[in-house]
């Protein structure tokens, strides 16, 4: 039986109020405030201005439960770092036109990747793995759009950190740290965020530049000075790339064989 717009909306309405009351109840989400729309079909979280990748992740998770993962989003309200599910968002399908756009995405990741390769001895130290997620992680950045399906990346880069550096892991090795910024007033699918740092535990989104170094203060275009100057914030990215070792081949082969 096909269930009527009425019930379908009525359903959708239910699952917003049932997130609402989920993520409000649930004490270790540091949320600043929260609210939710009058027709309830909007249920709106203001975070700390930094938040990490772990706490933001739990509310993903509370709406996965509730089937509603896919219409939730990421952006900034004057200044402040906000998660949204909105049961009227869709993403859109990209339209493919007469021709087909260049994908070069995949090689401008590698080319970044390449690049920290033969920055020296250090990052000899970093496995073949770790680098292969580093790549991916760079190409679904570079694949990224807003919730309107706009171009919503400005800046990224690829760093190699050494031990007791700013964004190194605790291993007492060196590490990758993937850094990004997402333009001011665009607001993305946390969904395509946390499948683009799913391997990523160690890392944070903030809208607060002054709590990072330096070094990760990534360029503006114009648009997102300007945008700065009206007091809209773009979104940081910090992400600390897993240190996994690689396989042995003869290893694998007899876990196959096994």
Sequence with gaps: MVK??????????????????AAVSTSNLTFVKSS???????????????????????????ASGLRCAHRTLLGSVKGELCYTMNIGFEKRRVEVGKKRRVETEAEDAERAVDKVKRSGEPAKLITDTSFSIATSILEHLLKLRGAANETCLESYALSLRKPGQYGASNNGKPSLVVAARVAAGVAVPMGDVVQIFAKCTDGLITTDESVIDEAFRLPMT?????????????????????????????????????
């Design 4 to 21: 009527s717009v009425g019930v379908v909306m009525a359903d959708a309405i239910q699952k917003a109020k049932a997130f609402h009351e």
């Design 36 to 62: 939710l729309s009058p027709n309830g079909k909007l249920s709106s979280h203001t975070l700390t201005k930094s938040t990490s990748f772990q706490s933001l992740f739990a509310f993903q998770k509370i």
């Design 222 to 258: 114009e648009q997102g000075a300007a945008a700065h100057d009206r007091q809209q914030r773009s979104l940081l990215f910090l992400a600390s790339v897993p240190h996994v070792e690689d396989e042995v081949a003869g290893v694998q082969d007899n876990k196959k064989a096994d």
